[in-house]
């Protein structure tokens, strides 16, 4: 049995714990500072964090762009029909990759290989170059792909969960209730939108204003028609909202904002989470380390949904 921390953050070094209290706070008064130092600090747990048993095959197509590429991961021990966990990067829409490092994001999906899932660790086209609704094309694209290969990895194509984390929360969001974009969740059993930007805003007090501009346009008219609360009511697929206690400016609003209009359309409340003590940064990157709050969660929510029906 997985043994879980009872307090976020309760697994750490009191140096950390410092850190984590000192820099969420203020978190969003100079976010690239502090998502480095967050970072930094969380780079030797995840050096020493275990990965044996853990397969990689890095570098798989699922496109022709040369960012439509993916690493999956399993355990090495062989096993059919494994749940397929995807995780898709943030960036705020113009930048990030599926490895920030060779630790991170990596680190996401050994977690969830070592605890007998298949993941699978997508990149995806940037804005400029592409723009609203297209993130979500490639979402779709890479669920096709595992539909149609993962069971090669001993993964179950028809338990195919997406977590996303930021920008990629987004793009997951607009798969999974968008009808512009028109998937409407297809293929997948469920979603986890971890601190993802669930409204278009340009707001003075939104650091990536910048971000949002490049994919979602410069029409501030369009930007509610084209943000995934607006449609949460057509959300089509099971979906679990995870904020940080200190997430960047009004991702955590909107984050709540996103679970009362499901809420208010289905007839009762999604799964919804505030990591405590966390931010933007420390929510992903604390996987595979002593602390297994989120991953546990994700697991368990994993269990209650159903496998996805193709509506092909």
Same mark, same amino acid.
């Given at each position: ?5 009872? +307090? ?8 950390? +714990? ?14 690239? +500072? ?279």
């Amino acid at each position: 049995m997985m043994m879980r921390n009872p +307090r976020p953050l309760s697994a750490y070094s009191d140096e950390l +714990r410092r850190l984590m209290a000192e820099v969420g706070p203020v978190w969003g008064r100079d976010i690239r +500072r502090h998502r480095d130092l967050v970072w930094a600090a969380f780079e030797p747990l995840l050096r020493e964090a275990p990965r044996d048993g853990v397969v990689c095959v890095a570098g798989l197509r699922y496109g022709d762009h040369p960012r439509q590429v993916l690493d999956v991961y399993r355990p090495a021990t062989p096993a059919a029909r494994r749940p397929v966990v995807v995780f898709v990067h943030g960036g705020a829409f113009v930048r990030g990759e599926r490895d920030i490092s060779p630790l991170a994001y990596a680190n996401v999906l050994t977690w969830f290989a070592r605890q007998g899932c298949v993941g699978i660790n997508m990149e995806y086209r940037l804005a400029p170059e592409i723009r609203y609704p297209m993130g979500a094309d490639d979402v779709a694209a890479v669920v096709a792909w595992a539909r149609e290969h993962i069971e090669e990895h001993g993964g179950d194509p028809g338990r195919i969960l997406l977590v996303g984390h930021s920008a990629g929360g987004t793009h997951v969001a607009t798969f999974a209730c968008d009808p512009v974009a028109g998937y409407m969740g297809e293929g997948a059993c469920g979603v986890v939108l971890v601190s993802a930007r669930l409204r278009a805003d340009r707001l003075a007090v939104n650091p990536n204003a910048a971000g949002v501009e490049a994919y979602f346009g410069a029409n501030d008219a369009l930007l509610e028609a084209r943000s995934p609360v607006t449609h949460a009511h057509a959300l089509a697929v099971p979906a679990f909202i995870v904020i940080a206690q200190y997430d960047n400016p009004l991702l955590d609003v909107y984050g709540v904002e996103m679970a009362h209009r499901v809420a208010v359309a289905q007839g009762h409340a999604p799964n919804l989470l505030r990591l405590a003590g966390h931010n933007h940064i420390s929510i992903v990157a604390h996987f595979n380390t002593a602390e297994e709050i989120l991953g546990g969660e994700i697991l368990d929510f994993l269990d209650t949904i159903p496998a996805a029906i193709s509506r092909s």
